[in-house]
T-cell receptor, first 109, second 109 residues
Framework: DVKVTQSSRYLVKRTGEKVFLECVQD?????MFWYRQDPGLGLRLIYF???????EKGDIPEGYSVSREKKERFSLILESASTNQTSMYLC????????FGPGTRLTVL | RKEVEQDPGPFNVPEGATVAFNCTYS??????FFWYRQDCRKEPKLLMS???SGNEDGRFTAQLNRASQYISLLIRDSKLSDSATYLC??????????FGKGTTLSVSS
């Protein structure tokens, strides 16, 4: 079975802090994705990557950056967290269909 | 990026009922189609892929209608455990999956 893991299930940070969310997949997938999910807005794509050191902006990249130094790992970075970044963050990987990690519920105070 | 539209529901049905969800899409270039299931406060999980010829997995049947640009999911003999949100998604070549906002199903005894 595909396994996608995320570094934290719950995270509480303060406004202005730098936040790192890490995602690891064990299926040698080239494609990896970061989404956020908010009530009424559905899943929104933040960034994705088709290969090591490659990144593409999704629909809502503002306020975020990403890093893909190794094939299995895709990190999402909030350079200066703000309250409107309080959300559920979901990482996914897959060649066509996508497999999701358990999510990180981030609260920014 | 084109939208994917789903009726948000909720669909409230008794156990044993048959229920169907539709999902319309606007970009005829869409190539791959999927249904995901998401339980409350959990990550989406792949339910089934949708092929042009339609496909069935136990009580679940998925169909694709390219001419009318919609996909459907039929659930027969609904169980309490089918209560969840069902997300449709599609992939256009070279891009990430696009997700609908989901349809909520509640099955009651």
């Amino acid at each position: 079975d595909v396994k996608v893991t995320q570094s934290s299930r719950y995270l509480v940070k303060r406004t202005g802090e730098k936040v790192f969310l890490e995602c690891v997949q064990d299926m040698d997938h080239e494609n990896m994705f970061w989404y956020r999910q908010d009530p009424g807005l559905g899943l929104r794509l933040i960034y994705f990557s088709y290969d090591v050191k490659m990144k593409e902006k999704g629909d809502i990249p503002e306020g975020y950056s990403v890093s893909r130094e190794k094939k299995e790992r895709f990190s999402l970075i909030l350079e200066s967290a703000s309250t409107n970044q309080t959300s559920m963050y979901l990482c996914a990987s897959g060649p066509d269909e996508q497999f999701f990690g358990p999510g990180t519920r981030l609260t920014v105070l | 990026r084109k939208e994917v539209e789903q009726d948000p529901g909720p669909f409230n049905v008794p156990e044993g009922a048959t229920v169907a969800f539709n999902c319309t899409y606007s970009n005829s270039a869409s190539q791959s189609f999927f249904w995901y299931r998401q339980d409350c406060r959990k990550e989406p999980k792949l339910l089934m892929s949708v092929y042009s010829s339609g496909n069935e997995d136990g009580r679940f049947t998925a169909q694709l209608n390219r001419a009318s640009q919609y996909i459907s999911l039929l659930i027969r003999d609904s169980k309490l455990s089918d209560s969840a949100t069902y997300l449709c998604s599609l992939n256009q070549a070279g891009t990430a999956l696009i997700f609908g906002k989901g349809t909520t199903l509640s099955v009651s005894s």
